[in-house]
């Protein structure tokens, strides 16, 4: 694993949570990391693991804001003790802990070999449903929309295991229609396509439950 890249690539991560309060949440939280320089690791295909530290770190700060922009306590963490299925490296373990504490870590999860799309849209599928239900408990029903008639052609089986996960994250908008995640399902992520995904939730979670009349 090139350590480097990843660490540049949480650094990004840490970076696009911090530009969508900078849009106007109620509370801003003080992130001012500057945006990392682009490399060609950005090109690369993710490893499960990769993916696995990247999506923990952002879940994790995007949780923190949400509490600290709307003043309730947004987790979408269970109680109780975290127990791993299978071996996994020393590293990897807390962030695979806080993403199986949320019902994020996708059946047949890539592990050490590159990720499949699909496969994050089936854990982010999962963290949006979730995320969206401790919204809802906590804030009230979304004030944006919800639910939008234009979408992407998903291009997988209808019976196909990751169909479903993209199919609601299409049906939301949780993540952009131009993804790459709809139109070449199959094909691993790469490093440069997982903070624009983690944005778009992020950003969407903001439009539902912002008070922007606009976005109605």
Known sequence: MNRSALLRAAGLNLLLTSLLWSQGTQRQPNFHAPPPKPTSAYDEPLTGYEVAILTAEFVVNLERGL????QKPISTAGAGAIQLEGKHPAWVQPALK???????????FSASKPMPRYQVGQMLAQYA????AQMRAQIGAPRGK???????AIRLEKNHPGYRAL?????GGWISAGSPLYAKPKEPVLGKELPDM?????QRILERYRDEPHLQ
Do not use: H, S
């Open 167 to 171: 199919q609601y994250l299409a049906q």
């Open 98 to 108: 806080e993403l199986k504490a949320r019902g994020a870590i996708p059946p047949r």
């Open 67 to 70: 509490t600290e922009a709307f």
């Open 146 to 152: 919800t639910r939008f008639q234009t979408q992407p």
């Open 198 to 202: 983690l944005r778009d939730v992020a």
């Open 129 to 132: 449903q979730r995320l969206d």
